[in-house]
């Protein structure tokens, strides 16, 4: 018998800025804000995830940022940093070595938003 908290969850993690993404796979009891914190500390495996890594970083550098769902059909709902990935993510097919299999996947993309207006 599985625990919850062994069930792996694929988890792709980018922003709307990148066609690509950065992926990894965590324990279904880890948290959105545990995941974003280690793929942006993680070594880049190549350029184009090098670049991903960075945008990452840059989004997070800021006081206010979204962290964004993407559900299947395009729908967005937001993601709270405390949210287990048990919580939100979905199952699809994946390719793998071996094939397709169903896995547990949460596709995530962060969003910063630049200060407005200046102060005084």
Do not use: H
């Not at 991903?52 to 962290?67: A, K, L, N, W, Y």
């Not at 937001?78 to 390719?95: G, K, M, S, W």
């Not at 071996?98 to 996947?105: E, F, P």
């Amino acid at each position: 018998m599985t625990k919850d908290s062994d069930i792996p969850v694929v988890v792709s993690l980018g922003t709307p800025l990148l066609t690509r993404a950065t992926r990894a796979v965590f324990p279904a009891q880890t948290t959105v804000a545990e995941c974003i914190r280690e793929l942006s500390n993680a070594e880049p495996a190549d350029a184009g995830e090098r670049r991903v890594v960075q945008q990452i970083r840059r989004e997070t550098q800021g006081v206010r940022f979204d962290i964004l769902l993407i559900l299947r059909g395009g729908r967005i709902d937001r993601a709270r940093p405390d949210q287990r990935l048990a919580e939100i993510a979905t199952p699809r097919e994946v390719r793998t070595p071996t094939g397709t299999a169903k896995m547990l996947v949460a596709q995530i993309e962060l969003q910063s938003y630049a200060p407005v207006g200046g102060r005084s």
